[in-house]
């Protein structure tokens, strides 16, 4: 079960902030589609 949840989130295309446009390194769930300096914004 476990593993499956790893191939899912390896699979998953890179994350890229909207606003600036850096790559999101992070897999969390809370942060939408920015990184964490423009969500502190
Ligand atoms: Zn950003």
Redesign the pocket.
């Known amino acids: 079960m476990l593993e499956n949840v790893v191939e899912f989130f390896k699979n998953l295309p890179e994350k890229t902030?909207?606003?600036?446009?850096?790559k999101?390194e992070e897999q969390s769930e809370c942060y939408s589609h920015?990184?964490?300096?423009?969500?502190n914004h």
């Not at 902030?17 to 850096?22: L, M």
């Not at 920015?34 to 969500?39: A, L, R, V």
């Open positions: 902030c909207v606003q600036c446009g850096k999101l920015s990184c964490e300096h423009c969500n």
